[in-house]
Every structure is written in C-alpha cells, then in structure tokens.
C-alpha cells in the first residue's frame, strides 16, 4: 500500500478528529462573515471530511485484511471448523519449517484433537507493513485439557506477501515468550502419518 492508499483508506482517527474540527471551524467562520462563497467552500469541505471518514471506515487496507484472515484462522481452529481454516492456508503457506500447504490443516486438526485444545482467547493483535509485507503478531491464551498447564500463553507471527495482485499466507511461526520457546511448540505439533510417510 503506497503512502496515499495509507492516509486515503488508513487514515489515524485523530487525523480525522483534526480534520473535521477544522472544517467546522471554518464553516463556523464563514457564517459569522455571511460570506456566500465561503459558506459553499465550507459545506464542500466538510462533505470532504465526511467522504474521508466513509472512505477509511467502508474500505479495508490489506493490513486490516490480514489481521481479519488472521483472526478467522484462530477463530477456526478454535471452532474445529476446518473446511473454513481450509480456505485461509494457501498452497505454499509454510507453518516454520515442518509443513505447508493443506497439510497444515491436517495437522491442525489432529494436534486439537490430541491436545483437546479448547477456547482461545485473543490477548493482542499488531499489524506492522512495509515494503516487504505484513506481518501480524498475535498473543493468545489456549485451554489444552491433556496437558500439563491448563492455559498456555503463546506469542505467533503470520507474514503475508503480495504476489501479483493477491496478498498471500506465506508463513507462520511460534515465537518465543516467557513461557515456552518455539521448539517446545513445534515438537507439539502432531503430524499425521500419511504426512510423515509422504515420500
């Protein structure tokens, strides 16, 4: 997103809080001066303001369309909804360096089962861009009945890449926090056989 899409559609709410104070302002002026001209120039700037405002509000930025993907990913996973999760993972979206693609899913699906992953709750979303791409970093507490602490607290990074004209999933990794390293997450990832045994 180049730096006009950015303050056009992504605009900070005190940008327009700024923004529409000021037109105010003006018309507020321009009555007072009962000046014709400048009480159209103040209308036509406050519907300015205004259209800024929908603009911002009605068209998503691909950052705020990744941090949605993102959040559906979590949302499915926590639903065992995995037709959905399916849809989300690209062909090469790699999850760190054990599996891509729709065997992501596969082994979602079988590490929730196993694990007896319940609710997930979001503690924290950040989305950061430049011109390499997005990456949204994500803090979440999850319930794992089988295992030995109960709520686990994980820190996860999701980098999305713009190929052609399509943002794409291209990877996934655990990052390490207070309370696990990455490896402990990875080694509890389980892998279904048919995976593991693919030449």
Request: hydrophobic share 45%.
């Amino acid at each position: 997103m180049n730096d006009l899409a950015r303050w056009l559609f992504a605009a900070p709410w005190w940008l327009l809080a700024v923004a529409g104070a000021a037109a105010v302002a003006f018309a507020l002026f321009a009555l007072s001066r009962r000046d014709g001209r400048l009480v159209k120039a103040a209308v036509g700037l406050i519907v300015l303001v205004a259209l800024w405002a929908v603009l911002g509000l009605a068209i998503a930025t691909p950052a705020e369309r990744a941090e949605s993907r993102t959040r559906a990913m979590i949302e499915a996973y926590e639903g065992s909804d995995w037709d959905t999760l399916a849809t989300l993972v690209d062909d090469e979206t790699r999850f760190s360096t054990l599996l891509k693609g729709q065997d992501i899913v596969r082994a979602a699906r079988l590490t929730h089962e196993e694990l007896e992953h319940g609710s997930i709750e979001i503690n924290s979303v950040e989305v950061q861009q430049d011109p390499g791409g997005i990456q949204v970093f994500v803090r979440i507490i999850s319930e794992q009945r089988s295992e030995f602490v109960p709520r686990l607290p994980t820190s996860w990074r999701f980098d999305y890449v713009k190929r052609g004209d399509e943002w794409k999933l291209e990877r996934i990794e655990p990052l390490a926090t207070d309370h696990v390293d990455p490896n402990t997450i990875l080694r509890n990832v389980r892998i279904p056989p048919e995976v593991t045994q693919r030449p």
